[in-house]
């Protein structure tokens, strides 16, 4: 799978709604770092069929990243059953990432 882009409208039903672990990359087009993390988010969205990935332009929907307190981009917000379950700020490295989303699903898997 590849990670799907959302906005204002789409994030209750894509998000909120969503039963599986959520990753929502709050990113902009000039960010270098939003960037760079992003081949990383493609990985993770292709190597875990469990996680769902999701990008939310802050500039096109800044409502959304507002209501989540988003200061700075990139963000990385984790979400399942529509509560928020972890946060990453920056472009952290893949091994970091993957092991929060390890971590996260066995939570999950032992509950």
Not at 42 to 62: F, T
Not at 70 to 83: A, M
Request: charged share 25%.
């Amino acid at each position: 799978m590849k990670p799907i882009h959302i906005n204002n409208a789409s994030f209750e039903h894509e998000v909120v709604q969503s039963t599986r672990l959520t990753i929502v990359d709050f990113w902009a087009t000039w960010c270098g770092p939003c960037r760079a993390i992003a081949p990383v988010l493609d990985e993770i969205a292709s190597r875990y069929e469990s996680v769902k990935v999701a990008k939310l332009n802050v500039d096109e929907n800044s409502e959304t990243a507002e209501r989540f307190s988003v200061i700075s981009i990139p963000t990385l917000i984790f979400f399942r059953d529509g509560q928020i379950v972890d946060r990453l700020v920056g472009a952290v490295p893949r091994s970091q990432l993957e092991t929060r989303i390890n971590r996260l699903l066995n939570v999950s898997a032992a509950a």
